[in-house]
């Protein structure tokens, strides 16, 4: 499975970005989707998620109402999952990964941000927000 994240950049605050990303491989299975952040000198957090099962979606308290995550399942194999974040602040600056793993039922029994349940990440992409 391959894991490719776009679309971060600098954003004045109140400000959107999109972030994409592309995930490629899993072939027909159930799978979650993440996206999580890690700010300098802090530990990576997870900030929202999706089951391809049922599309449930999960997000942390500090995004929830702000950020929207979706997904595009474009035909079994590949899988586009986007974060739209709204009314961004300065402290959403970070490096936004995206993170993918087989398996949905999990999310009923475990923390839906738990790091150690995403086999595959992404590189990487820098979210600046500042005016």
């Known amino acids: 499975v391959l894991v490719v994240e776009s679309g971060g950049g600098l954003v004045q605050p109140g400000g959107s970005l999109r972030l994409s990303c592309a995930a490629s491989?899993?072939?027909?299975?159930?799978?979650?989707m993440g996206w999580f952040r890690q700010a300098p000198g802090k530990e990576r957090e997870g900030v929202s998620c999706?089951?391809?099962?049922?599309?449930?979606?999960?997000?942390?308290d500090s995004v929830k109402d702000r950020f929207a995550i979706s997904g595009d399942n474009a035909g079994g194999t590949n899988w586009t999952v986007y974060l739209q974040m709204n009314n961004l602040k300065s402290e959403d600056t970070a490096e936004y990964y995206c993170a993918a793993t087989y398996g949905t039922a999990w999310l009923t029994i475990r923390n839906p941000f738990d790091l150690s349940m995403y086999a595959c990440w992404g590189q990487g992409t820098q979210v600046t927000v500042s005016s």
């Open positions: 999706i089951s391809s099962t049922d599309g449930r979606k999960y997000y942390d």
């Open positions: 491989g899993f072939g027909v299975k159930p799978y979650t």
